[in-house]
């Protein structure tokens, strides 16, 4: 049995080596103990408390999602800190203040239904997750859209549903959502993400030049039309497929 037990413990810490090399997350093959609980909460205090996340709940979760194992073995030391950080085919996980900021703009309530367009590393999604367990998200990269599935499932985030496609035509078979969040630069809003959200439903998207900053835009559905709110400078990595035809 111990003999047995060592032998899983080896095949463990080889996967774990291979998705070290690999970029793949850390959730994907290794088990879990929590090393960075201090560097989260201090993250918590430092970087959200110190600026204006001021929503308990999503302070909470900010302070219990495991952002290192989202993120390559040899990037874990650097999860909690304040920027963004790569995770793969040129691509990044953005930074714990933005996520935090995302969340708390979009208040999501419990049974809410919520689309995130960029799942990248499924984080955000995980976030997400602890306020409805509504949570569809789509990647239009392969390998990040198999990654992030592999990794939510292995953390234990099952009901999140991860889709490798083109977030501009949103998930038609699920909408309408109350909430559509774009975690990639966009020079316009697609027409389909528009027409899935719900009437007063929410979208958060970084809105603007792909190639320089974007203003984080919040648009609210009224039967009046569209509300649309410019919040804050931004950098986003840009949203690619469809878009780029327009
Ligand atoms: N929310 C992610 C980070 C997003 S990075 C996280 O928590 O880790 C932006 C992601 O958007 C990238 O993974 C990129 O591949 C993806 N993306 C770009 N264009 C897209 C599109 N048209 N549809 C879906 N995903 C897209």
């Known amino acids: 049995m111990a003999r047995h037990r060592r032998y899983l413990k080896a095949i463990s810490w080889f996967l774990c080596m291979v998705a ?6 850390y959730g994907a093959f290794c088990e879990s103990p929590d090393h ?7 993250m918590v205090l430092r970087q959200l408390k110190a600026r204006d996340i001021t929503n308990p709940k999503v302070l909470s979760v900010m302070g219990t999602v495991k952002r290192h194992l989202f993120v390559s073995p040899r990037r874990a030391s650097q999860a909690y800190d ?12 953005s930074q714990p203040y933005i996520v935090a900021l995302m969340t708390q703009i979009l208040d999501i309530k419990p049974g809410e239904k919520v689309l995130e367009i960029g799942t ?4 955000q999604a995980a976030v997400l997750s602890y306020f409805t367990d509504q949570v569809w998200t789509i990647e239009i990269r392969k390998g990040l859209a198999e990654n992030a599935s592999k990794c939510l499932r292995a953390l234990g985030y099952e009901k999140i549903s991860v889709k490798h496609g083109d977030g501009y035509f949103g998930w038609p078979e699920y909408a309408p959502f109350d ?7 966009a020079n316009h809003i697609a027409p389909h993400l528009l027409d899935q959200l719900k009437m007063g439903g929410r979208l958060l998207i970084p809105l603007g030049s792909t190639t320089y900053y974007q203003t984080l835009t919040k648009i609210t559905k009224t039967p ?7 919040l804050l400078g931004v950098v986003f990595v840009p949203m690619v497929g469809k878009i780029l035809e327009k």
């Open 20 to 25: 070290g090399s690999l970029s793949l997350p």
């Open 36 to 42: 960075y609980a201090a560097a989260r909460q201090r």
């Open 82 to 93: 304040d920027h963004p950080l790569p995770i793969g085919e040129g691509q990044t996980i």
């Open 120 to 123: 990248g590393s499924g984080y």
């Open 179 to 185: 909430a559509i969040m774009v975690t990639a630069a």
């Open 224 to 230: 009046k039309g569209n509300e649309v709110e410019h």
